[in-house]
């Protein structure tokens, strides 16, 4: 197996690591938007920051995937 | 072609990590915005809300013990209910059921409110949740007799 190949199935193992955690924040986000429709005013600013820290959570996730690809 | 991969190599799209990233990244914004400006719509009805100067309803002796009356506060989109529980005892809710917003109607005999859509089930003398789907209570007004008059404010939070 040449490096080349080597390194690109360690990227995508790496992708496959990053893309499911990213789907565990994204069904969590999807879950606090069928919150934040229906509570009380309290309830939804606290699933909203949720979200945020959700979205902060992808980008990181996301940052980390491609500054791993660019560095390989 | 083969049949059991129909696709050939020149016609497929070719999605590269990148996109693939920058997708999900998108997706979550959107979900972020979505819950953004559903929490924004409820976290503003209320700032309104409290804004809002109390609003007379009806005179007390138009009201029998075990009726009630329909009204919209603060707001003519804001369909609300006050019921007469007793002789001095007026209670009004948000006609808008927590769950998905169908409107709520008393039921007398059992002294409860019901959401026809989904069967939920509301304490008449308190707003909680009985029964059924919906996760929290009526949305509360604070009632006032002045004259002979019933009158209604949003609960504030102080």
Redesign the interface.
């Known amino acids: 197996m040449s490096p080349k190949v080597r390194l690109n199935q360690r990227?995508r193992v790496i992708?496959n690591m990053?893309?499911a955690l990213?789907v565990m924040?994204?069904l969590t986000?999807?879950w606090?938007?069928s919150v934040?429709?229906?509570?009380?005013?309290k309830i939804?600013?606290a699933?909203?920051l949720c979200?945020?820290a959700?979205?902060a959570a992808?980008?990181a996730l996301?940052r980390f995937?491609?500054k791993a690809?660019l560095s390989a | 072609m083969s049949r059991e991969f129909p696709v050939r190599a020149d016609e497929d799209t070719y999605v590269t990590r990148r996109e693939f990233t920058k997708f999900l990244g998108l997706t979550s914004l959107a979900f972020f915005l979505g819950t953004a400006l559903a929490a924004g719509r409820r976290l503003w009805k209320k700032i309104a809300a409290n804004q809002t100067e109390a609003a007379r309803v009806a005179a007390v002796n138009e009201i029998p013990v075990g009726g009630y009356a329909l009204f919209r506060y603060p707001t003519g989109d804001d369909p609300c209910i006050l019921l007469r529980l007793a002789e001095a005892r007026f209670v009004a809710y948000s006609q808008e059921c927590a769950h998905l917003s169908c409107p709520v109607m008393f039921n007398a005999a059992t002294r409860q409110l019901e959401c026809p859509c989904h069967k939920g089930l509301f304490s008449a003398e308190d707003g909680r949740v009985i029964a059924g789907p919906p996760k929290r209570g009526l949305d509360a007004l604070r009632v006032s007799i002045r004259r002979d008059e019933v009158w209604v404010k949003h609960e504030s939070e102080s």
């Open positions: 990227m992708l990053v893309t990213v924040i994204l986000q999807l606090l938007f934040a429709v229906d509570a009380a005013p939804a600013a699933a909203l979200s945020l959700g979205l992808v980008f996301i995937f491609l690809e």
